[in-house]
Structures are given as C-alpha cells and as structure tokens.
C-alpha cells in the first residue's frame, strides 16, 4: 500500500522507482506519476517537510494567524509529523529562540510517528479514546492547550458516504476532547471531507466556538472533497 507522503525520498529514486513498478494497478501508477508533478511533493523534499501537507497548515496559519509562540498545540493525526513540524517552528517549541516563550506540541496517531525536536508525540493512541485524553491533561502545561488541530483520516474503505461518515464521527469526538483540554478562547482546525454529515459537525462547532470558517487550501488537492473547519473563540458548554 502507498503511504499517502514519499517519506523523505528523492525525486530521482522515486522516479527510478516508478520504472519499476510495472506490477503496480494502474491506480497506483496514476498516483505515482501526480506525487512526481506535484510542485508541493517537490517544496518538501527541498524543505525537508516529512509531507506535502506542510503546506496546507503553513498556508492557513500564514493567513489566520493561528499558531502563535509559548502556545500548547495538540496535534491530532499526526503520523508522519509534517504538522507537528510546521508547529514545533512556529511556538518555538525547540527553543530555538531564546527571546520568544517556549510552547508545548504534542502529537498523536494510531500509527508510530518518528520523533521530532520540540514535538512528544503518542504513537500508537487513539485520539478518540478517553484514555488519550487523560494523557494529554497530564501531558500539557496546566492541563490546557490553546490549540487542537485534527489533520485525521480513517483508512479509505471505498465506500465514499462511508469514509465521508466515519471522519465527521472522528472530528465531533474531537468536541467531547476540546471540553477536557481547550482553554476558553481556543482554536479547533479539523479536516473534513465534504458530505451530507458536513453541516452536523458544523453546527456542533457552532454551539461551542464563536465562529467557524470553512477552508479550502491551495494545497489541497482540487479533486479532493477535503476540506478544513477552522473555529474560533472556544467557550466550554454549560452543562
Ligand atoms: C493525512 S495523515 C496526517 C498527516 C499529518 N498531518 C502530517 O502532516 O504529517 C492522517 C493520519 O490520521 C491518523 N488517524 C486516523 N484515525 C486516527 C485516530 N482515531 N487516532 C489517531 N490518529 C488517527 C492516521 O493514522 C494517519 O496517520
């Protein structure tokens, strides 16, 4: 199965690799062939990102000013680490700066995520468990983080409405999370694909966040339905 990033893999080897793939499905072919044009495939083979999806997050931060440095970021699907990296450079969570505030990025995944400098990460967790959560009170400063970002996605089934349903179900278990460790005021980013459960989470967004944006970057793949919610202004239900 081809991993969604080219872990770190250059450009010639990858092309030297598709010459050989001649017993690959012509699905495979046509994906390996668009990861070779990619412009973002090749900025992040020269920026050293572990992913093209650096670019989604670097363009939406660029823009809405999210990440800011000394924040605590939880960053949930993490694997391989391309978000946390965006992250840990941008609340200087490696110290790198000695005259900004340190912050705290904590990222989890189901599958193992290869350590970065300024990042701890939780491979092998499920965001969705009540279990992750508790680790991750423990984990952040004061038990509190400005910022969850969502980047997850199920693995595809094939069934489109399927998939479609299974990742809204994972963002709205993001909310039960956000009310155990989102300080009022805080940011939620998720990734949705877009879909009739669509309006459900946003309006689930709604009730807890001042205001939510739909985002599509230009990273994102046209093709794609995949999109962003980016909601603002936490406040904590009152139960
Ligand atoms: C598109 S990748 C994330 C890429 C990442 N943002 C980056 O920049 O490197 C989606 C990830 O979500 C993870 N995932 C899916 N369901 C999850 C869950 N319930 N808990 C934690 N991670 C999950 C997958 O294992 C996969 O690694």
């Given at each position: ?9 250059s ?6 690799l598709m ?37 989604k ?13 000394g924040?605590?970021?939880v ?42 400098d300024?990042?701890?990460?939780l491979?092998s967790?499920?965001v969705t ?7 991750l ?7 509190r ?5 969502s980047d ?17 179900m ?21 990734k ?6 669509a ?5 689930k ?7 939510v944006?739909t985002?599509k970057?230009?990273?994102?793949r046209?093709?794609s ?12 239900p009152?139960?």
């Open positions: 199965m081809w991993s969604v990033c080219l872990l770190r893999r450009f010639h080897s990858s092309l030297r010459k050989q793939q001649k017993g690959r499905s012509a699905a495979e072919q046509r994906w390996m062939t668009r990861q070779l044009k990619d412009p973002y495939v090749k900025a992040s083979h020269k920026l050293n990102f572990r992913c093209r999806s650096a670019f997050l670097l363009e939406i931060d660029d823009k809405f000013r999210l990440l800011h440095p924040d605590s970021v960053d949930c699907g993490a694997a391989p680490g391309a978000w946390s990296q965006v992250v840990v450079q941008r609340v200087n969570s490696a110290g790198t700066d000695p005259e900004l505030p340190p912050g705290t990025v904590i990222g989890i995944d189901l599958l193992n995520i290869p350590s970065l300024g990042a701890h990460f491979s967790h499920d468990e009540p279990s992750t959560h508790s680790k009170q423990e984990l952040l400063p004061r038990g983080a400005h910022i969850i970002l997850m996605a199920p693995n595809a089934s094939g069934f489109r409405e399927m998939d479609q349903e299974r990742l809204i994972m963002c709205l278990s993001l909310t039960d999370l956000a009310e155990k460790i989102l300080q009022p005021g805080g940011s939620l980013l998720c949705y694909w877009d879909g009739i459960l309006q459900k989470l946003q309006d967004l709604l009730s807890v966040f001042g205001s944006r985002l970057p230009n990273a994102s046209k093709d339905a995949e999109r962003y919610f980016l909601a603002r202004m936490y406040r904590k009152v139960k």
